[in-house]
């Protein structure tokens, strides 16, 4: 595709339940990234794949947090038992390569709010 | 204390003035350095990155970084209404694992017509 898609973009979960939040990247890219971004703040990190394989989890904020990218392309990001401290914008990045410099381009975020 | 420190804002100019923007950090193992800009209800968009200490220009933006005082800026020259947005740096070290960025809080610039 022309960019990083990311659905669904807005989620209302009440408290408890599970979500599934999808990245597709841009076609070929090598890196995805996960960032979790709070109201008024920067992006947080929260995990990185080299295609299929999670190189770095260590910005999930609890085992409730998992992610995968079975197929090396798309992934989800799965939260369990959301809280509201759960609600953000969940954004995904991806890039060409794993290399410094090359640009990392964002998806528009999912929307999520627990109540 | 957190890693990278921007100051939130806002920051409101009117159109065609120089806008300054910074941030410092504590991580001196940080190389590179990027600003992004991200308009409401979107994703970032890379604006300028820059490798290790100096200056880099492109068109109305300059990025600055230096290494010593653990400084950054980004200046954008005849600000225009399209340039309204908030605008955040980012770092990354080697040693934090490829790419594994460290974003500021974010300064929320407007410029008026």
């Known amino acids: 595709g022309a960019g990083v898609s990311q659905s669904p973009r807005y989620k209302v979960a009440k408290r408890g339940q599970d979500v599934a939040l999808r990245c597709d990247p841009i076609?070929?890219?090598?890196?995805l990234f996960w960032y979790q971004q709070a109201l008024g703040q920067g992006p947080e990190f929260l995990t990185y794949?080299?295609?299929?394989?999670?190189?770095?989890k260590s910005g999930l904020p609890s085992d409730r947090f998992f992610a995968e990218r079975p197929e090396g392309s798309v992934s989800t990001l799965k939260i369990q038992r959301t809280q509201q401290e759960d609600s953000a914008v969940y954004l995904c990045a991806s890039s060409f390569e794993h290399r410094y410099g090359n640009t990392i381009y964002f998806g528009e975020g999912s929307w999520l709010t627990v109540v | 204390q957190k890693e990278v420190e921007q100051d939130p804002g806002p920051l409101s100019v009117p159109e065609g003035a120089i806008v300054s923007l910074n941030c410092t950090y504590s991580n001196s193992a940080f190389q590179y350095f990027m600003w992004y800009r991200q308009y409401s209800r979107k994703g970032p968009e890379l604006l300028m990155y820059?490798?290790?200490?100096g200056n880099k220009e492109d068109g109305r933006f300059t990025a600055q970084v230096d290494k010593s005082s653990k400084y950054i800026s980004l200046f954008i020259r005849d600000s225009q209404p399209s340039d309204s947005a908030t605008y955040l740096c980012a770092m990354s070290a080697v040693n934090q694992g490829a790419q594994k960025l460290v974003f500021g809080q974010g300064t929320r610039l407007t410029i008026n017509p």
């Open positions: 820059t490798y290790s200490s």
């Open positions: 794949f080299q295609n299929e394989a999670q190189l770095d």
């Open positions: 076609s070929g890219h090598v890196s």
